[in-house]
């Protein structure tokens, strides 16, 4: 069932609704918004399928920005669209076009093995097929506008999606992660993620702020699916990273540092968790972000290392 259009399409990469990417039907044509990784291109296929079009429907792959959870599998997933145009954030488009510091990067990161497993070989995508947006830019899907605004904070390469139809954001990594199993009696629970190597405070308090100036109805979230109450989430958003900043410069100097954020935001998360009657158990809220937690202390770590920009 879809709502204005637009399928959630979960790209199974890690686990269950962790990742998604979006298709968005109009008239007849399709746009997808993320693509997971190489192991996803199967399931966004099957989408457009389930949703009564063809891959030859599609006119456009618009990547939020290039971590490749996000956008690792847009040079496979091109390769299966032939009349698409790869939409990307002046920054992201030469990494699209020529991965090979990508794959140099998250192969530093992850091993040669395990770069394999979650994400597959890295495919370019012809330079006559990416379209570059400029900050305000607005792409067209069968008449259907779809604005893509810079929103720095997370990654400098980043992007966000305005969709007039159904007033909503498409949100990439801008407007914080959300897991349906931590949803509770008063709505979704949501924390900043501040992944390596980018993360900039003041700029994502910023840049979500720009979004809900517009009085959003939903943020469609990669991590994961929609969400509304968009106020009340900000709000949410701007307290944790103001704790994630005093986390860090706390611990900054310590022998253990790295240890002392992750301690201190598994802390933090718990307290938060609590006050919202998040309904899992402490060990199942940690475990379920524990990845999360890592990053977010591995991003806080950089972000120290840079001179807390």
């Known amino acids: 069932m879809s709502l204005h259009g637009i399928h959630t399409i979960d790209t199974a990469f890690q686990r269950d609704h962790f990742d998604a990417a979006y298709l968005i039907v109009e008239d007849g044509r399709g746009a997808f918004v993320d693509c997971g990784t190489n192991h996803s291109v199967p399931h966004l296929l099957a989408a457009v399928q389930q949703a009564g079009i063809t891959p030859a429907d599609i006119d456009l792959l618009i990547v939020t920005h290039v971590h490749l959870d996000h956008a690792g599998g847009a040079g496979l ?16 488009a030469p990494h699209l076009i020529d991965p090979e510091k990508l794959i140099a990067g998250a192969t530093a990161v992850y ?59 498409f949100t990439g990594d801008t407007f914080g992660l959300s897991y349906r199993e931590l949803d509770g009696p008063q709505g979704a629970f949501i924390l900043p993620t501040t992944t390596p190597v980018q993360f900039e405070p003041q700029a994502l308090k910023a840049s979500i702020a720009r979004m809900v100036e517009r009085a959003p109805e939903a943020m469609y ?24 900043v005093a986390i860090a410069d706390a611990c900054d100097g310590r022998a253990d540092r790295h240890r002392c954020i992750a301690a201190a935001l598994s802390a933090l998360y718990l307290e938060r968790a609590h006050a919202q009657q998040v309904p899992l158990a402490d060990e199942d809220v940690l475990r379920l972000l524990a990845m ?9 770590g950089v972000w120290l290392d840079r001179g807390r920009p």
């Open 111 to 169: 091993g040669e093995e395990e770069m394999q497993r979650s994400y597959g070989t890295l495919l370019p995508v012809p330079e006559a097929r990416v379209r570059v947006v400029e900050d305000g830019e607005t792409v067209m899907l069968a008449g259907r506008a779809l604005e893509c605004i810079d929103t720095p904070g997370h990654a400098r390469h980043h992007h966000c999606i305005w969709d007039a139809r159904s007033r909503s954001w």
């Open 221 to 244: 979230l990669t991590h994961y699916g929609p969400v509304s109450d968009v106020p009340r989430l900000a709000q949410s958003l701007y307290e944790q990273i103001d704790a994630m």
């Open 77 to 92: 997933l091109m390769q299966q669209l032939p009349n698409a145009t790869l939409v990307a954030h002046p920054r992201a």
């Open 292 to 300: 999360d937690i890592e990053l977010n202390a591995q991003g806080l």
